[in-house]
């Protein structure tokens, strides 16, 4: 399995950027589906989950501003991100955690994203 992270850049603060992470190889099914981001100096922080069971879960740092979603068809999530704020600024990583065939915990290289003020 592979994931591949994108939508990243540099973007003014107040403005919004949209990731994607793009799932691919042999996945009949999935669990928990999640951003963390990795600030320079930072813990790396989760900021928007997918339970296994379908619910969301928001950082309280994004929440209001963050949107995470999925088109299970293309095994691809999203993370919408609007009014961004130069601490929003790190590199996002995706993380997909896959049930079936086999299971497994699986990471993106990330995309970075850079807010100015």
């Known amino acids: 399995v592979q994931l591949q992270a994108s939508g990243g850049g540099l973007v003014q603060a107040g403005g919004s950027l949209r990731l994607s992470c793009s799932a691919s190889?042999?996945?009949?099914?999935?669990?928990?589906m999640a951003w963390y981001r990795q600030a320079p100096g930072k813990s790396r922080e989760r900021v928007a989950t997918?339970?296994?069971?379908?619910?969301?879960i928001y950082a309280d740092s994004v929440n209001g501003r963050f949107t995470i979603s999925r088109d299970n068809a293309k095994n691809t999530y999203y993370l919408q991100m609007n009014d961004l704020e130069p601490d929003d600024t790190a590199l996002y990583l995706c993380?997909?955690?896959?049930?079936?065939?086999?299971?497994?915990?699986?990471w993106g290289l990330g995309t970075q994203v850079t807010v100015s003020s």
């Open positions: 190889g042999r996945i009949f099914r999935v669990g928990a």
């Open positions: 993380y997909l955690e896959v049930l079936s065939p086999y299971k497994g915990n699986h």
């Open positions: 997918f339970t296994r069971g379908g619910d969301t």
